[in-house]
């Protein structure tokens, strides 16, 4: 089968017994921006990379999990192991000047699409638990917040079928209001005591979407609906790397993987590239930054100042972070 309209978060077998999980929404013409989540035992000696000592198994096949998903040490480490054993994973981005990781379309296996995965469990219902838990956990989520489980979705290995002990509930939510009101349940519930939200460290206590359920752990992420999905017809081009300071206009954007916050009046530390004060975005490649900044607030980044043109030559600027390079990163102040 030929998988032609996968989205951030679907995940992918391919031929070769890997599993990625797509990521973001523009993409090659006949492959999906990826990132790689398991390596069957049998490869994973090709593989110059740390694993972590839990095993899943999938059928028959017993499979390992890198230690380390974002580092760039280890992206740079997994894409050369890639285009020593298995080149066809990797594709050299002109306009970026880097090599990405990516799953050619036609090779891959099977997908599990996390609204589908949910449809058939509610359908077959719960063979343990865990499963158990995550129905429940859904249904309250759902009538709490008027979301249909027909827009929410169960992601991770519960939705691949390979879950075991310390495995965590991770559902998905279509579309940007409907995340938004999930999102204002999940706080109702926590006071009511229903769930407990995590708020241990600053960026969880601002995007309240982690908690504990039963005793399990849960996190709640956005997906575009088709609907929201708009082709970029443009070219990026890496300028250098920048310190900025912004002033957030709109954060609507920043729910999702990539996360694109709009943003004015930058500034960048030291001496800085004067194309820096025409930034108009800042893009988080890196999941954990999504939805951490409220339009108003002053967001700090650190990343790669890139020059974008669509096919008319307007010209745009734009700070990313996740680019690969050491030390990237977003925060936030009122002031």
């Known amino acids: 089968m030929f998988y032609t309209n996968l989205r951030d978060g679907d995940a992918a077998i391919t031929s070769h017994g890997f599993i990625f999980y797509v990521f973001g929404y523009d993409h090659p013409r006949s492959a999906y921006n990826a990132f790689l989540k398991y390596v069957p035992e049998e490869l994973a000696g090709r593989f110059d990379i740390d694993w972590l000592e839990a095993r899943w198994k999938l059928e028959d096949r017993t499979l390992l999990r890198p230690m380390e998903l974002y580092n760039p040490d280890n ?3 997994l894409i050369e ?16 000047g880097r090599h990405m990781i990516i799953v050619p379309r036609g090779l891959i296996e099977r997908a599990f699409i ?16 865990l499963e158990e838990r995550a129905l429940s956990l859904i249904d309250i989520v759902s009538k709490g917040s008027g979301v249909s489980s027909g827009y929410l979705g169960i992601h991770g290995s519960i939705s691949l079928g390979m879950h075991h002990e310390g495995s965590d509930i991770d559902i998905a939510v ?51 609906r ?18 900025v300071t912004c002033r957030c206009t709109s954060a609507d954007e920043a729910v ?7 943003v004015e009046n930058c500034e960048g530390s030291g001496n800085a590239d004067p194309r820096i004060s025409r930034v108009s975005e800042v893009v988080s490649m890196i999941g954990l930054y999504r ?14 100042l890139e020059e974008s043109t669509d096919a008319r030559g307007n010209t745009k600027y734009r700070v990313v972070v996740g680019s690969g390079s050491p030390m990237e990163y977003i925060s936030w102040s009122d002031d």
């Open 174 to 224: 279509y579309g940007g209001d409907n995340y938004r009101r999930v999102k204002g349940a999940l706080v109702e519930l926590d006071e009511r005591g229903t769930l407990t939200l995590k708020r241990d460290d600053p960026i969880s206590a601002k995007r309240l979407n982690r908690g504990v359920f039963r005793g399990v752990d849960f996190v709640v992420n956005a997906t575009r």
């Open 75 to 77: 992206l740079g480490e």
């Open 256 to 262: 999702f993987r990539p996360a694109i916050y709009s």
């Open 291 to 304: 939805d951490v900044v409220r339009a108003g607030e002053r967001i700090r980044a650190r990343g790669m």
């Open 226 to 243: 088709y609907y929201e999905i708009v082709k970029r017809d443009r070219v990026f081009r890496p300028l250098c790397a920048a310190d």
């Open 114 to 129: 996390p609204s589908r995965q949910l449809r058939d469990l509610i359908v077959h219902g719960a063979s343990d638990s």
């Open 81 to 96: 192991s890639f285009l020593r054993s298995f080149p066809d994973y990797v594709r050299h981005s002109r306009e970026l």
